[in-house]
């Protein structure tokens, strides 16, 4: 039978991966919504936001991103931050939206909200509905991540007694 500690140990990575998941899913779930409207708002825009400053992860973005197993993408090394950013292309950007810098993702200029706001009602209603809940789950991985954080510090004793019975002779 494990020990509650190392049961706790299993459990607590499994965690912060499930809770970048719902966050994940719920940043596809308005995908579809936002772009409808950036389709239509952005091939007219005559001062695209997309530059490559925006395209850094901040420190909640890289916990995320870690949590979910994955890496960020390579940067390139010779371009400023003022210059159009290196994963927009024709079509778009080339990150999926659920792996995007959350800035990129909350970024909706003048023209954008005027575009969700001024279409249908319903769609909109449930995006604000989603957009809600992304941040509630967000706060929520944040929470959890500083709370492993804390227990682990608790648990280097633990640990190292754990280790050492692993340790032959
Ligand atoms: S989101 Fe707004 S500022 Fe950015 S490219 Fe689209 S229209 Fe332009
Ligand atoms: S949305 Fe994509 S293309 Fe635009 S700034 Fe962010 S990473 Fe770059």
Redesign the pocket.
């Known amino acids: 039978m494990l020990l509650s500690t190392e049961r706790k140990w299993i459990m607590e990575p499994l965690k912060l991966f499930n809770n970048a998941m719902l966050l994940k899913n719920a940043i596809e779930a308005i995908d579809v919504f936002i772009q409808g409207h950036?389709a239509e708002?952005?091939p007219?825009?005559r001062?695209?936001?997309?530059i490559n400053r925006h395209s850094y992860y901040d420190y909640a973005d890289l916990i995320y991103i870690q949590a979910l197993g994955l890496e960020p993408p390579a940067y390139k090394e010779d371009v400023r931050d003022t210059d159009c950013c290196q994963f927009l292309s024709a079509t778009g950007c080339t990150i999926e939206r659920s792996l995007r810098p959350f800035r990129c993702n909350w970024?909706?200029?003048g023209?954008?909200l005027k575009s969700m706001e001024d279409g249908a009602a319903k769609p909109y209603r449930k995006f604000i509905k989603e957009f809600q809940k992304i941040i509630e789950l967000k706060k929520t991985l944040m929470d959890t991540f500083r709370t492993q954080i804390e227990t682990a510090k608790g648990d280097k004793k633990e640990r190292r007694k754990f280790r050492r019975s692993f340790t032959p002779g």
């Open positions: 950036t708002v952005c007219h825009c001062n695209v936001c997309c970024y909706f200029c023209a954008l």
